[in-house]
Structures are given as C-alpha cells and as structure tokens.
C-alpha cells in the first residue's frame, strides 16, 4: 500500500519535471529563430480572435453583476457615486484576468489538449518528423507565442466589456449617461492598476498553453486518451493559473506597492 | 518453435560496389518487457526493392520507423545512406530526413488540410518552388496514385484505399532517394493495388528510388521484391530473393510465400 503510493508519488513527480523541462523548452524557443510566423499567426487567429465573442459576453455579464454587488455595498455608505470607479478597479486588477484566465483555459485549453492529443494517437506528430519538421517548433512554440500574445489582450477586451456591463446596469439603475460614467470608471485607474495585473496574464497565457499542449503532446492510448487529455488540460491549467495567481499578486504587491494602496 | 536463420545480405552478394541506402546494425528495441526486435542487422542496397513480410506484431512497422528516425534502438545502430540517423538529432536529422519518404500504415495524413495540401506540405516546407510550380507537382503526384479529381477534398471525407494513395503521394512529393512504405496495397481492390505496384516498380526503375516495403501481399512482394526478408517473433526467419524464401526449410516461411493472400 505504501509501496503503492511511493511509486505513485514517484511517477507523479517525474511528470512535474518532464513537464518543466517542455515548458522551459517552449520559453527558450520562442525566443530564438527560426520563427514559425506563418503557423503562429494562424494560432492567433484560432485561439486569440475566435475566443473573443466569448469574452467580450462574459465580460458584459461580469460587469452586470458585479455593478450589482458594489451598488448594495456602497449604498449602504451612501457612496454610489464611487460605483463606476469601483467596479473598475475590482475589474482591471483582479476580476478581469483571472475570469478571463480560468475562461480561456476552458476554452484554449480543452482545444489544445484535444487536438494534440489527437494528432499524436493519429500519428500526425509523427508524419511531421518524419517528413523533417520539427514538431515540437511547429505545434507546441507557435501556440504558447500565440498564448502569451493573445491572453492580455483578450483580457482587456474582458475589461471594457465588463466596464460597460457596469454601465448598463448603472443606467437601468439610475440613468446615467455614459461620459458621466466612464469619467467616474476611469477616475481613479492608473498605469499601477492596469499594467501589472495584465502583464501578469502573459504568465497565465503561458501556463495554459504548455500545460495543455504537454498533455496533448503525451497523450496514449487512442481516443480515450484524447478525452483524457483534452480534460485534464483543462483541469490543470485552471489549477496552475490559481496558484501562480497567488504567487503574482504577491510579487506585484512587492514590486508596486502603489498597486496595494 | 524453431527458426532457421539464413542471411544473405546484399553486400554479401553483390560485393562492395552498390552502397547501402539502409543498415540495420544489430538492432535491438523492446517496448516494456516485450522485446519487438531482437538483434536484427539487414542492408537494403541503394536503387533496389527490398520487403519486409512477417505476421501481424511481429515488428515491421517498428523496424520501418526505425529507418526515418522515430524510434531509436535500445542498442544498436541504424544508417541511411552513410549516415547514423539513430545517433542524429536537430538539423542534421533533418537533412538526412529530407531525402526519404515515409508512407504510414495508417497514412497520418493531416486532417486539417486539404488532401493536395497535405501533398503540397513537403514542398512549401522544404523547397523554394512557387506556387504555380508546386500546383503542378502536387497534380501530378495525386494523378499517378488516381486522386487527380480530389484535391480540394479533406482527409476525413476520403476512403480508407484513398486515405492510403493520398499518403503515398505524398510520401513521394520530394522524389525522396528512399521510400519506405507500410502496407501500400491494404485496403485496395486488386487493380488499384496493380497500378501502386507498377507505380513503385516505375520508380526504382526510371528514378532509381530505393524501395523498403512492408507487405502481406505476396503478389507484391514478388514483384517488388529483389530481396525480402521474414520476421518472426523479433528475428529474421529467412532472408534472400524470392526463390530462396520460397525453399526455405521454415514450413512458415514456404507458407507465407505459398499464400496468393492479397490485402
Ligand atoms: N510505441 C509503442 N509502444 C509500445 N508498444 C509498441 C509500440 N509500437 C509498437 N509496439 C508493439 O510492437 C509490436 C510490433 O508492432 P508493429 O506495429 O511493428 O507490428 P507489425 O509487424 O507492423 O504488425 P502489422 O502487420 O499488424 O502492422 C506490437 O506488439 C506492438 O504492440
Ligand atoms: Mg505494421
């Protein structure tokens, strides 16, 4: 029994490494040519701009609810001319990219998984080695490029969704206009506030692509094996962006400590 | 069950003068406890046909990715064309890539491109040829394995022989020196399966093109054939032109060979 769970214990660390080893081979990579632009771009495109409806919706939605909560709060203070200003806030230094963090990792995460996944037990990796591609260039850099680009981006795209999902609710709510408005959201957001929360999404941007790209790129016993891929990206790339999450916060805190204040 | 291992490498018998295009040097892989190839060494001669038979798990797909570099041995060495490409990585590897084409068993063509895409892949990858010029090939090619009218048709929406003529052309879309292919013919009637025969057969001898062919098509074989060789259970079973497999004292191997089995 305990002999069991060593070797469990031991095959489960030995992924860990694996995995840093592909990561860190993904990160070196990227930065030294030859560069898969052509391949990269058409991921920005698949990954990057076809998740945007997705966001921008949630994004509104976020907005709606979250305009909601800060309203039954403020009012109590009888502080709802800070509500705009708050709700923004609460959007560009946290809401905004870890709910856009946990999204995409659904989304480019499960798609990653499978279809890695599936081009390996379909021997398609294989076909390009054999036919002197470099497999690892040309799959697995391209998409973690296309992560680390397209997430901070769609990030901010969550933002201002959710910014005007605030105003809609604050219009039904009190109708105001929409300059009052966003002079209010924006009144107290600087650079501190927007930079590093969405910087930090480059990191999240990362996990999620060499976390679902090393399950896919390992995945056995045909489409079984494609299924479990496709879920355990998902799984561990949520997971792996919530603690790196916790570790970012702190170092930005650190790092800016305005952005604390 | 006794094997007689009888070995006539090419070197043996045409001397020193025809280069090896494939040298398999005591090759050994097992994968887990099972071990597939067991201390196999073979030479296929450049510009001639070689085929592998054997049952089913025996190991000739193993020993085919071994020739492009997919699985390395556990121990032994493998050489295409003068150089060791299971010692090889990175671009060196490449290079020596670059001058086979691979035809999988299961085609492993790419399902998220056109089948004259997945033909045109080589080239756009490897060759400064413009567009026109690559078309061109690309038609070409589809029209010696009689997928001329299906360019524009994605992997998914083809059969499985189509699967296998669309793999096969292109596997030939570099006119590689060395052209391995699992299992041309399965899938295929008898005359489809005829015409690839005839198209590899025009290949070794108008181009020179070295053939390493895995078959349970004995027809084929024959045809395809300057020498063969039987695996079985990881090891050579018998080895030599057809006459020789055909008297062997191995009753499997005179069985195979007796077998009109196409398919
Ligand atoms: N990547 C792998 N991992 C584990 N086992 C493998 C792997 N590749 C092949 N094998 C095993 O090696 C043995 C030989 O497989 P191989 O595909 O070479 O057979 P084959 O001779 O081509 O058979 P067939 O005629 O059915 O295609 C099989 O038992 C197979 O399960
Ligand atoms: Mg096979």
Redesign the interface.
């Known amino acids: 029994m305990l002999e069991l769970a060593r070797s469990r214990a031991a095959t489960h660390l030995a992924s860990v490494g694996e995995f840093a080893v592909f990561a860190g081979n993904a990160a070196r990579q990227s930065l030294v040519p030859p560069f898969e632009l052509q391949e990269t771009v058409r991921q920005l495109y698949e990954l990057g701009l076809r998740s945007a409806p997705l966001i921008a919706a949630s994004g509104l939605a976020v907005g709606v609810v979250l305009s909601m909560h800060t309203r039954a709060s403020l009012e109590r203070f009888g502080a709802e001319s800070m509500i705009p200003a708050g709700l923004a806030m609460a959007l560009v230094r946290e809401t905004g990219p870890l709910t856009a963090g946990l999204l995409l990792s659904g989304r480019i995460g499960a798609g990653i998984g499978a279809e890695l996944g599936a081009m390996r037990v379909t021997e398609q990796i294989d076909a390009l080695e054999a036919s002197a591609v470099d497999a690892f260039r040309y799959l697995v850099v391209t998409r973690v490029v296309a992560c680390v680009i397209a997430v901070p981006i769609l990030t901010t795209i969550m933002n201002f969704a959710g910014i005007l999902g605030g105003f809609i609710a604050e219009r039904a709510a009190t109708g105001m206009s929409l300059g009052l408005y966003f002079e209010r959201a924006f009144s107290l957001i600087n650079a501190t506030d927007y930079v590093p929360a969405t910087m930090k999404t480059m990191v999240f941007g990362f996990l999620i692509a060499t976390v679902s790209s090393f399950l896919g790129f390992n995945t056995t016993s045909g489409t079984e094996g494609v299924g479990r891929a496709s879920t355990r990206a998902v799984v561990l790339s949520s997971i792996s962006i919530i603690v790196a999450n916790v570790v970012l916060v702190r170092l930005i805190f650190f790092l800016f400590p305005e952005a604390a204040g | 069950m006794t094997m007689t291992v009888e070995r006539h490498t090419a070197s043996a018998a045409g001397g020193e003068e025809r280069e090896c295009a494939v040298r398999l040097d005591h090759v050994t892989k097992s994968f887990g406890s099972r071990r597939v190839l067991d201390d196999i060494s073979l030479d296929v001669a450049e510009g001639r046909g070689f085929v592998i038979l054997g049952r089913s798990g025996t190991g000739k797909s193993v020993a085919l990715?071994h020739i492009?570099?997919?699985v390395r041995p556990d121990s032994g060495r493998v050489f295409v064309r003068g150089d060791e490409i299971s010692a090889l990585s990175g671009e060196p590897?490449?290079?020596v890539?670059?001058q086979?084409g691979?035809l999988?068993q299961?085609a492993?063509?790419?399902?998220s491109i056109s089948v004259g895409e997945n033909v045109a892949?080589?080239m756009r990858?490897?060759t400064p040829w413009p567009e026109a010029e690559i078309r061109d090939r690309v038609m070409a090619k589809l029209q010696s394995v009689g997928l001329d009218q299906d360019y524009e048709k994605m992997p998914g929406d083809l059969s499985g022989g189509m699967r296998k003529r669309a793999g096969l052309a292109?596997a030939m879309a570099l006119d590689p020196a060395l052209l391995l292919v699992d299992e041309p013919s399965a899938g295929l009637d008898p005359i489809t399966c005829e015409e690839i025969d005839e198209l590899l057969l025009g290949l070794k001898q108008q181009q020179g093109t070295t053939l390493v062919v895995v078959t349970h098509n004995i027809p084929s074989a024959r045809k395809l054939g300057d020498e063969l060789v039987m695996l079985h259970e990881g090891r050579i079973a018998a080895q030599g032109p057809v006459q020789v497999l055909e008297q062997s004292d191995d009753p499997l191997v005179r069985a195979f060979m007796a077998s009109s089995h196409s398919g």
């Open positions: 990715r492009v570099g997919l590897l490449a290079r890539r670059r086979i691979f999988f299961s492993a063509l790419f399902d892949f080589p990858r490897h292109r």
